[in-house]
């Protein structure tokens, strides 16, 4: 917590040089992600509904635009366990509406809340792994039935973002432990969550960006550079 207090002023320039190599700025992966979200719950017939969604571990508050522009009915409950982020998210995003901000102690939501969605974007790489069943299992709890969680990794098969995560540098990701989707499927699936499908995105760099429109076709092969699960709770 005190590391991410302490660098989250310039969280976003640590991004962004994180990601410098794939030749896109740090909004395409915050955006795609909400398209993601957008594209599932459309295909469900649950897009047009007032939804309660969570952002479980928003950081410094990049996602929340993106998830109004592509969900505009949510209500949208945004947490951290860095305070210093949450004052920088509340600033970034302070002409937002339906938009909240809280810390908190990376396990107990401070919500009385039963949520439609949980959004959760590159997180649990930074969470120990000791931790993760425990964590899964509370945010199974606060899922209304029928609920989705959304679960966003980047993909150690994947041989650029292994290179990328080796050579980087910035103090956020220096102790990270990426996720294998298997593994991934596995504590999901000891959270209660039973059905869990997965999907693999980012194939291309910048500089193919005209073979992005492909990448819909390419959801089942594992070497995206990128993975998210959508579970349902039954």
């Known amino acids: ?15 962004a040089k994180a990601v410098k190599m794939s030749g896109f700025e740090p909004s395409y992966f915050h955006e795609y992600k909400l398209r993601e979200v957008a594209d599932c719950l459309r295909s469900k017939w649950l897009l047009d509904k007032r939804l309660k969604l969570l ?3 928003c950081g410094t508050g990049n996602s929340e635009k993106y998830i109004k522009k592509y969900l505009p009915n949510a209500s949208v409950y945004s947490i951290d366990v860095s305070e210093e982020s949450i004052k920088v998210a509340r600033e970034k995003n302070k002409d937002l509406s339906d938009v909240r901000f ?3 102690d990376g396990i107990s939501i401070p919500f009385d809340i039963d949520f439609d969605v949980i959004f959760i974007a590159n997180v649990f790489h930074h969470i120990k792994r000791e931790n993760h069943v425990k964590i899964l299992n509370g945010l199974h709890n606060k899922l209304a039935s029928g609920g989705l969680l959304f679960l966003f ?11 990328i995560a080796i050579n980087n540098d910035y103090r956020f990701d220096k102790d990270s432990k ?3 989707p298997i593994y991934a499927r596995k504590i999901l699936e ?16 910048q500089f193919l960006s ?8 390419l959801k089942k092969f ?7 699960y959508c579970a349902l709770k039954i």
């Not at 207090?5 to 969280?11: L, Q, R, S």
């Not at 990794?153 to 290179?163: D, G, H, S, Y």
């Open 102 to 104: 809280e810390p908190f």
């Open 222 to 228: 594992p070497l995206g550079a990128h993975y998210y």
């Open 55 to 57: 952002n479980y571990g």
């Open 210 to 217: 005209f073979l992005i429109p492909c990448e819909k076709y």
């Open 178 to 180: 990426l996720l294998n």
């Open 1 to 15: 917590m005190a590391l991410f207090d302490k660098f989250a002023k310039n969280y976003d320039d640590g991004h």
């Open 153 to 163: 990794e980047l993909n150690p098969i994947n041989p650029l973002t292994m290179i």
């Open 190 to 205: 000891r959270s209660g969550f039973t059905e869990n499908e997965i999907r693999y995105t980012i194939f291309f760099p």
